[in-house]
T-cell receptor, first 118, second 113 residues
Framework: AQKITQTQPGMFVQEKEAVTLDCTYD???????LFWYKQPSSGEMIFLIY??????QNATEGRYSLNFQKARKSANLVISASQLGDSAMYFCAMREGHGSSNTGKLIFGQGTTLQVKP | IAGITQAPTSQILAAGRRMTLRCTQD?????MYWYRQDLGLGLRLIHYSNTAGTTGKGEVPDGYSVSRANTDDFPLTLASAVPSQTSVYFC????????????FGEGSRLTVL
């Protein structure tokens, strides 16, 4: 069964510095996708970035990049030049792609709360 | 563009009552999902539907039922609410069952007393 683990319940970062949020996953499916979502205090879920298991390069979206290490089964989110508005909860998620037993469900980790200090 | 609309946004419910959370999307997405969010547990999948007319069980389906009569609507029903179902419920959709990110509604906060 697939599993997503975020081991950091809470993180602090100084404004303008970079921060890495950890995510490890476990799957036996060779085809899968990894996602990161942001949930600010207002509660909405905001999609940030996606990495496919067959993608050769790490995904980047503006200040967000995904440090994908396939052999280690990790998909850490790197936020560069942190801003006060980055304070939120961040969720890592995985969807298995193909295979007879999977259904494409997106499974989430427990989340990491990031606080950006001025 | 509305995206995904959930109703109600908040509800207080007596234990034992029946409750239906509504979810409608206007993106013509094939796949839809219901998650519950609880502190320290992240989002857990309750039920999903890969296409209209089909549904499946997620991680925590007990006490919940869903239907998918058409592409746009995916209601979640609590047949007889219990206090442990107090949670924030998110409806989501994606273009297809195995590709694309999930788009989320704004959530429904349910309190069962």
């Amino acid at each position: 069964a697939q599993k997503i683990t975020q081991t950091q319940p809470g993180m602090f970062v100084q404004e303008k510095e970079a921060v890495t949020l950890d995510c490890t996953y476990d799957t036996s499916d060779p085809s899968y996708g990894l996602f990161w979502y942001k949930q600010p205090s207002s509660g909405e879920m905001i999609f940030l970035i996606y990495q496919g298991s067959y993608d050769q390069q790490n995904a980047t979206e503006g200040r967000y990049s995904l440090n994908f290490q396939k052999a280690r089964k990790s998909a850490n989110l790197v936020i560069s030049a942190s801003q006060l508005g980055d304070s939120a909860m961040y969720f890592c998620a995985m969807r298995e792609g193909h295979g007879s037993s999977n259904t494409g469900k997106l499974i989430f980790g427990q989340g990491t709360t990031l606080q950006v200090k001025p | 563009i509305a995206g995904i609309t959930q109703a109600p946004t908040s509800q207080i419910l007596a234990a034992g009552r029946r409750m239906t959370l509504r979810c409608t999307q206007d993106m013509r997405h094939n796949a839809m999902y219901w998650y519950r969010q609880d502190l320290g547990l992240g989002l857990r999948l309750i039920h999903y539907s890969n296409t209209a007319g089909t549904t499946g069980k997620g991680e925590v389906p007990d006490g919940y039922s869903v239907s998918r009569a058409n592409t746009d609507d995916f209601p979640l029903t609590l047949a007889s609410a219990v206090p442990s179902q107090t949670s924030v419920y998110f409806c989501a959709s994606s273009e297809s069952w195995n590709t694309g990110e999930l788009f989320f509604g704004e959530g429904s906060r349910l309190t069962v007393l």
